[in-house]
């Protein structure tokens, strides 16, 4: 749907399409990514895609799996890995990763071939500057 509209209106400017993934493997949707793809190579208003908002111990093989199905650039930004538990309205501290390892993984997702990195839900300024300066101190 996003790549129609994108489409249709004819947008002008570069646009990205991520997606999460609660199981490393899937859109939320269900759909694989391989079917997400087949869409979204065919689109010249798609500039990137990438994974939001999924837990940090999928990025990896999500970035390897995304860079076989795809030659846009690979935008991530993963939450702390804390699960919402919505029954009790609260979040799980449940192999959360700190500032410490999101500064030892951010090198290595942009070796395999995130362009651009970042943080979602759980993650803080903190986290940014941690990810901002691995990617220095390693550039």
């Not at 509209?5 to 993934?21: A, G, R, T």
């Not at 999928?58 to 935008?75: G, Y």
């Not at 890995?81 to 501290?93: E, N, Q, S, T």
């Amino acid at each position: 749907a996003c790549v129609e509209l994108l489409e249709e209106e004819n947008i002008q400017i570069p646009s990205w399409i991520c997606f999460s993934s609660v199981d490393g493997e899937n859109a939320p949707s269900g759909e694989s990514f391989k079917e997400c793809f087949e869409i979204l190579n065919k689109s010249k208003k798609v500039n990137a895609v990438g994974i939001n908002c999924a837990s940090p111990h999928f990025i990896e093989s999500l970035v390897c799996k995304f860079k076989e199905l795809t030659t846009k650039a690979i935008v991530v930004y993963p939450n702390s890995g804390a699960i919402w538990d919505g029954r009790a309205k609260k979040w799980l501290p449940s192999m959360c990763f700190g500032d410490e390892e999101f500064e030892l993984c951010a090198p290595r997702w942009r070796n395999q071939g995130a362009k651009v990195i970042g943080g979602c839900c759980r993650t803080t300024p903190s986290t940014i500057r941690a990810i901002s300066k691995a990617l220095k101190e390693t550039s």
